[in-house]
Structure formats: C-alpha cells, structure tokens
C-alpha cells in the first residue's frame, strides 16, 4: 500500500523573530540596539521585545534566571525561531502536511493577534 502524498511545503513569508536566552538582559538589549539600529518595543526585568521596523518584535531576550529552563544542561543561547506564513491556512496546511511527515507539535498558542505551533 503506497502512503498517501505529501503536500508541497509551504515556504514562510518571512523570519518573524528569534528569542534568545541570556543571563546578560541588560547588556544584550544594549547591544542589539547598538548594532541593528532596534527599539525596545517593551521590556520588563525578565524580558525584552526589540524590533526595528513594523514588527512587534524581531528579537526577543528572555532573563535565564527568571525563566530556568526544564533542562539543566541548556544555559544561554537559543531558545526559539519564528516564522510567518501569509495566511492562517496555509500555516495549518503546512501542520496538517508535517503531521503526515510524523512531526508534530508539542505545543501550540492562539496569542490573540498570531497563532503559533512549536516544533523540536
């Protein structure tokens, strides 16, 4: 019995951001303004949003020390891509085309304006 074909996959319309963990929050929102010319689009003492242009935010830093992660051995580094599609269904056909591949999610969140699937 031959397996039913895959669909062609989707290519995202664009990066979206990177979040990056750093026990370093402060120097790191710093840097990142310095060299890409961001704003903080908000940041608390656990967190920032930079961005550069229309975005909400294209570079997220999450404070390590106030969010550890469930991994002891994951230090500072990165901690997630995004990528956009131009529509909600083709972000859920490229999820019903990864769950036929065997991938799924292990987590998913509406956040209001954008919905997410999480992959690893």
């Given at each position: 019995?031959?397996?039913?074909?895959?669909a062609?996959?989707?290519?995202?319309?664009?990066?979206?951001?990177?979040?990056?963990r750093?026990?370093?929050?402060?120097?790191?929102?710093?840097?990142?303004?310095?060299?890409?010319?961001?704003?903080?689009?908000?940041?608390?003492?656990?967190?920032?949003?930079?961005?550069?242009d229309?975005?909400h935010h294209?570079?997220?830093?999450?404070?390590?020390?106030?969010?550890?992660?469930?991994?002891?051995?994951?230090?500072?580094?990165?901690f997630?891509?995004?990528?956009?599609?131009?529509?909600?269904?083709?972000?859920?056909?490229?999820?019903?085309?990864?769950?036929?591949?065997?991938?799924?999610?292990?987590?998913?969140?509406?956040?209001?304006?954008?919905?997410?699937?999480?992959?690893?």
């Amino acid at each position: 019995m031959n397996p039913a074909p895959v669909a062609i996959a989707p290519s995202p319309r664009r990066l979206a951001h990177i979040a990056l963990r750093t026990n370093r929050l402060t120097e790191l929102i710093d840097w990142y303004c310095k060299v890409l010319g961001a704003h903080v689009a908000h940041a608390s003492d656990k967190v920032a949003f930079l961005t550069y242009d229309d975005e909400h935010h294209r570079i997220a830093l999450i404070a390590l020390q106030e969010y550890p992660p469930k991994d002891e051995t994951i230090r500072v580094g990165h901690f997630h891509t995004a990528f956009a599609y131009d529509s909600l269904g083709d972000l859920l056909g490229n999820f019903l085309r990864l769950r036929q591949l065997g991938i799924v999610p292990y987590r998913s969140i509406n956040h209001g304006p954008t919905v997410s699937f999480y992959y690893a």
